[in-house]
């Protein structure tokens, strides 16, 4: 009786001991923000942008998951695309938030060129296991129809091409309002604090869906 009483404790412990190395080895999920000024707090006190809110959420909603916040202001997709690879190999990420594209826009930078980026950062992130949701943006109506149109296209093409998932606007209910400055800083240009949890609730449901 001893002896199977023992045999039987220690089968309990050799499985929990099992389980809880199980847990431990599990990967949590490392989510790498790649963005511009619009992710990166600008203007903004520090913990009040739509990343910020991010890891709010996820702790909210008893998501375990590292958020890694490597936004630059004035980043293009060019700077972008530079920067990921050493960003890859060092936080190894399970997901990978591009945001950029916006400063793309207001150089005039050719859009085969943004398009090319976009694709390479979404392959390269891919290519090292990482699940990629691409940010787009739109630009103002002065800009001109014909590539306005083309440049929000871009996000949604470069997506579709990579199996990879998309938002289609960041600034929506932001820039689209009827009073278009409202949730703006003075520049007219960076989203003040209170617009920031619009940004993230566009981003939130398409980001949940590729979450454990």
């Not at 909603?61 to 980043?75: F, L, M, P, Y």
């Not at 920067?83 to 916006?102: C, D, T």
């Not at 943004?114 to 990482?130: D, I, P, R, Y």
Request: aromatic share 6%.
């Amino acid at each position: 009786m001893g002896s199977r009483g023992w045999r039987r404790r220690h089968f309990i412990a050799a499985g929990l001991a099992g389980s809880y190395a199980g847990l431990a080895g599990a990967a949590v999920p490392l989510i790498l923000v790649v963005g511009d000024s619009l992710s990166a707090e600008y203007g903004l006190k520090r913990g009040t942008g739509w990343v910020a809110l991010l890891e709010q959420r996820l702790a909210r909603e008893k998501i375990t998951a590292q958020v890694v916040n490597a936004s630059i202001s004035g980043d293009t997709t060019s700077g972008g695309r530079a920067r990921l690879p050493a960003l890859l190999r060092q936080h190894k990420p399970s997901h990978v938030i591009i945001e950029l594209g916006g400063n793309d826009a207001l150089r005039g930078l050719p859009l085969p060129m943004t398009e090319e980026n976009l694709s390479q950062m979404t392959v390269a992130a891919q290519k090292a296991g990482a699940r990629v949701l691409l940010v787009g943006m739109q630009v103002p109506p002065n800009y001109g129809t014909d590539y306005g149109e083309r440049f929000a296209g871009l996000f949604a093409k470069v997506a579709r091409q990579h199996k990879a998932a998309v938002v289609p606007f960041l600034l929506k209910g932001v820039a689209d309002g009827p009073d278009p400055t409202r949730l703006f800083q003075p520049d007219r240009i960076h989203p003040r604090e209170e617009a920031h949890p619009i940004m993230l609730n566009n981003v939130w449901p398409v980001l949940r869906g590729l979450l454990p």
